[in-house]
């Protein structure tokens, strides 16, 4: 089992920027990458991005590519998502995810990133 949890979501203006924080813990030896995903109220899951544990191979969702930088620190567990430049459409709730093998099998509970004025 591996834990996730996130932090770092809240209120920000459009143009401004946040840093989303997900803290692994449990048998991530098994973790390969780590992603981030984000969802809308009635809208499906979209990919952000991903990292793999072990350090390079990161690549990012058109929608947020130039945008978003996503980075680890193995020595705290922790993989995070630098958000720069939001706009409101980037309102969602963001969640990081493991995979182990060939899927995302561990989910976080996720955090409320809000964009407006």
């Known amino acids: 089992q591996v834990q996730l949890v996130e932090s770092g979501g809240g209120l920000v203006q459009p143009g401004g920027s946040l840093r989303l924080s997900c803290v692994a813990s449990?048998?991530?030896?098994?973790?390969?990458?780590m992603g981030w995903f984000r969802q809308a109220p009635g809208k499906e899951r979209e990919f952000v991005g991903s990292?793999?544990?072990?350090?390079?191979?990161?690549e990012y969702a058109d929608s947020v590519k130039g945008r978003a930088t996503i980075s680890r620190d193995n020595a705290k567990n922790t993989v995070y998502l630098q958000m720069n430049s939001l706009k409101p459409e980037d309102t969602e709730v963001y969640y990081c995810?493991?995979?182990?093998?060939?899927?995302?099998?561990?989910w976080g509970q996720g955090t409320q990133v809000t964009v407006s004025s």
């Open positions: 449990g048998n991530i030896f098994s973790v390969t990458r």
């Open positions: 990292i793999r544990w072990t350090g390079g191979i990161i």
């Open positions: 995810a493991a995979r182990t093998a060939t899927q995302y099998r561990y």
